[in-house]
């Protein structure tokens, strides 16, 4: 209910919420100065009337009180009280008043005590001052009271100025809180609209950066960062598109030509040619197919189910199954190097990487599994070898982009579609780390780098394996 009735935007909240604290802080000032105004002004008003009493009762004692006179500034009505309950003395606003209390019948002595009676004859309370003393005639009472008007008017003036100033500085606060309210809202608004008005055709607008370097100006940076952030994948999945497209139309056109020229050609014995060239293109175009269904799953970001694995034995298991590689692989393999992510995904990191060394090396291909760091913070290096021609310096972060081919006709002869790397890179960093291609005597070497798993042992004696993968 109280959400349903309430304010809907936040500076209306904002007002409410400001409104609300300055009310109840302003009630609970009003009570403590009232209450201590009061508590004052009647301390003032008790000491005065008991200063007339204690003279009073000293010429009750010396057996004076024919000589007491009317009450003094600061009392209205003075009484004296034997301990028979008889008037002994009495202003004269109080002549022929019965007693106002019993006198002296608690003992000798001198005793205060201070009530509130009703007015007498007046509008406004009166605070009685009590002293027991003992005279030559016996216990007498004096009773001495004071009217309260001048609390009484303070009481009054005091709450009807907070009952005027009260509503006027509640108004005043509501004013403030909502005209500042709005100011530090405004950029906010702004932010809003130009937001409203960004569709996928227009990643390139940001939003307004108000000159305030506080909370809204960090959260119109964090979305102009975004924005930056949408507008770089919106490039990169065009381009991708674009490139899919391109790389995607050359085999099937070749496809298509062959075999429209196999379906002209009358001759069988050249058939087998021509259905050779296109079952080749068609092996090509399985390869670019589920090249790009894995860039997809991978710029998805679709979690795997990433368990503990030997990087050693995945390695291993991949050059084993490899058929067919015109250069041996020589493995160099430090045993215990544990990490965590995919099995299948691991793999293929490693595939790609041979295959981009078998696809440019001459005689050799190395592929060595390290760990580097000390306890607690330990990775595994993983690098492949060749003695090709190598990665010239400028184009060493370049052949890690998508559809990157540094000899052009020599990977399209090799069928390679420039995807490889850029598929290693991504999976690598999709289990947290990172692929590099480094500086070489001869020939390229990639280095992809790997947590280690938490509990990783410490790294044995790394064991060296010579052997071909082409069995």
Not at 182 to 192: F, S
Not at 286 to 294: N, P
Not at 395 to 406: K, P, S, Y
């Amino acid at each position: 209910m109280l959400r349903r009735i309430g304010p809907t935007t936040v500076r209306g909240r904002a007002t409410a919420g400001a409104v609300l604290v300055v009310a109840a802080a302003l009630a609970l000032a009003s009570f403590a100065l009232i209450g201590l105004l009061e508590a004052n002004l009647l301390r003032n008003a008790e000491r005065d009337a008991e200063r007339q009493a204690v003279a009073i009762a000293r010429l009750a004692a010396g057996g004076g009180l024919d000589r007491m006179r009317a009450p003094l500034p600061g009392a209205d009505f003075v009484q004296v009280v034997n301990a028979r309950g008889r008037v002994l003395r009495a202003t004269p606003n109080l002549a022929g008043a019965p007693a106002l209390g019993p006198g002296g019948r608690s003992g000798p002595g001198t005793a205060f005590h201070t009530w509130r009676v009703r007015p007498l004859g007046g509008e406004h309370r009166l605070r009685v001052v009590q002293l027991t003393t003992d005279t030559p005639q016996g216990l007498v009472t004096v009773y001495v009271g004071t009217s309260l008007r001048d609390v009484d008017a303070a009481d009054d003036t005091t709450a009807a100025a907070l009952a005027v100033g009260g509503p006027l500085l509640l108004a005043t606060v509501a004013l403030v809180t909502w005209r500042v309210t709005g100011r530090a809202l405004r950029p906010v608004e702004a932010i809003r609209a130009e937001v409203a008005e960004i569709t996928d055709r227009h990643l390139h607008r940001r939003v307004p950066v108000p000159p305030t370097r506080d909370e809204v100006a960090r959260l119109a940076e964090t979305m102009n960062a975004t924005l930056d952030r949408l507008e770089s994948s919106g490039n990169r999945q065009r381009q991708f598109i674009a490139d899919a497209s391109h790389e995607l139309r050359s085999p099937l056109t070749v496809l298509r030509t062959q075999l429209e020229v196999a379906l002209a050609v009358r001759d069988p014995e050249l058939w087998p040619e021509l259905i050779g060239g296109a079952l080749e293109d068609t092996e090509r175009l399985q390869h670019l197919a589920s090249d790009l269904l894995l860039l997809a799953r991978i710029d998805a970001a679709r979690p795997v189910a990433a368990v503990r694995l030997d990087l050693g034995a995945v390695v291993r298991s991949a050059v084993e199954s490899r058929l067919g590689d015109r250069v041996p692989v020589r493995m160099e393999l430090e045993s215990g190097v544990t990490v965590e992510g995919s099995e299948l995904w691991l793999t293929r990191v490693v595939t790609n990487l041979l295959d981009n060394a078998q696809r440019f090396a001459g005689r050799r291909v190395e592929i060595v599994l390290t760990t580097t760091g000390g306890s607690g913070t330990r990775t595994a290096v993983l690098e492949v070898l060749d003695d090709g021609p190598g990665i010239p310096p400028d184009d060493r972060e370049r052949v890690f982009e998508r559809f990157t081919r540094l000899d052009d006709a020599r990977s399209r002869d090799h069928g390679g579609a420039g995807l490889g790397l850029a598929i290693a890179r991504d999976l690598t960093a999709h289990h947290g780390g990172t692929l590099t291609a480094e500086p070489s005597a001869r020939g390229a070497r990639l280095r992809a780098v790997l947590p280690t798993a938490p509990d990783q042992l410490p790294a044995h004696r790394p064991c060296r394996n010579g052997g071909s993968s082409g069995r």
